[in-house]
């Protein structure tokens, strides 16, 4: 369908060039045989040339004689039928990229409604452009919800899933698949934005697990309330960052390097235990032996963290 698509449009645009060639070619026409064959100057043969070919009813420079009033005749029959092929065409045009802005649209819906468990993010600024590069390192699927044209382009550009449209919109929400997602991020630069979206999205999925950004602290309560399961202050974050830097540089460059990216020589991995056919100890799964990785932490079924377990340490399914 898209190659069919892709050549009907490739034919339309040749069609426009071919339009554009005619007029062009039938303008020079006019303009020598008023020129040559009538003795007209340049600037009057020009001006006879475009009321003639506009058929806007002006009279002649001076008058015709028979040979004169044919060429003028066909010049005009000429450029109807060539000034009504340009129309259609560029009627043809336009409808034809509507039809495939429509069908692309259509097949970007259909894989979004093929999604399970997937991520949506509110906004492609700073945050949701992070946000987005870090699902995409880690093959997560995710689509984004962004106003502005100019970032649907891109996003289109970069193959990227998204729906334009309000993200304090239902409609705008289940077209993106909030009935079958599992994470909601939450980054526009309005906080009553993001408490608007994370109400609307808890009553569309109440088992939506919502990341929210923050810009004021007077919003981190109200988020919470309208149902946000973590709510991050960018701008607070980076000063700690920076501050910590400054009292522990060597701490805080060493857990930098503990990145979740796979981009750095040390990595911090999240594993979750499942199918366990009876309590383990950390030795009897040989995680190091198999892997080469060493458990830095433990997380109980009761949410408590176990920091640097012993490897004689049992763990259990879903631990």
């Not at 992070?130 to 093959?139: C, D, F, G, P, T």
């Not at 830097?245 to 805080?252: E, K, T």
Request: proline fraction near 2%.
């Amino acid at each position: 369908m898209s190659k069919n698509v892709d050549h009907q449009n490739e034919y339309l645009r040749s069609g426009l060039w071919k339009s554009l060639m005619l007029i062009s070619v039938l303008i020079l026409i006019g303009i020598s045989g008023y020129y040559f064959f009538f003795g007209y100057s340049i600037i009057d043969a020009f001006y006879m040339t475009i009321i003639t070919v506009g058929t806007v009813g002006f009279g002649e420079v001076s008058p015709l004689n028979d040979f004169g009033k044919i060429f003028t005749s066909l010049l005009i029959l000429f450029s109807i039928f060539i000034f009504a092929y340009a129309v259609t065409t560029i009627s043809a045009y336009l409808v034809s990229i509507n039809s495939i802005l429509d069908y692309k649209k259509r097949k970007m819906q259909q894989k979004i409604n093929t999604l399970k468990n997937h991520v949506i993010i509110c906004g492609y600024g700073r945050n949701g452009k992070q946000a987005a590069a870090k699902l995409r390192s880690y093959n997560r699927q995710f689509v984004i919800i962004e106003q502005k044209k100019e970032i649907i382009k891109i996003l289109n550009q970069e193959g990227i899933l998204n729906i334009e449209g309000n993200a304090t919109d239902d409609e705008t929400l289940i077209k993106a698949g909030i009935s079958h997602a599992s994470f909601l991020i939450t980054s526009l630069p309005s906080d009553s934005d993001n408490v608007f979206i994370t109400l609307t999205a808890k009553q569309l999925n109440s088992k939506l697990s919502i990341y929210s950004r923050a810009s004021e602290e007077s919003s981190l309560k109200k988020l919470k309330i309208a149902g946000a399961d973590h709510v991050i202050m960018p701008d607070k974050i980076g000063g700690d960052h920076m501050a910590s830097l400054i009292v522990a540089p060597d701490l805080i460059e060493f857990l930098d390097n503990l990145s979740a990216s796979t981009a750095g020589t040390m990595n911090v991995q999240e594993i979750m235990l499942t199918n366990l056919p009876q309590i383990k100890t950390i030795r009897d799964l040989h995680i190091r032996e198999n892997t080469g990785c060493t458990v830095i932490g433990y997380k109980m079924e009761n949410g408590e963290y176990i920091v640097n377990p012993d490897i004689d340490f049992q763990v259990k399914t879903d631990g």
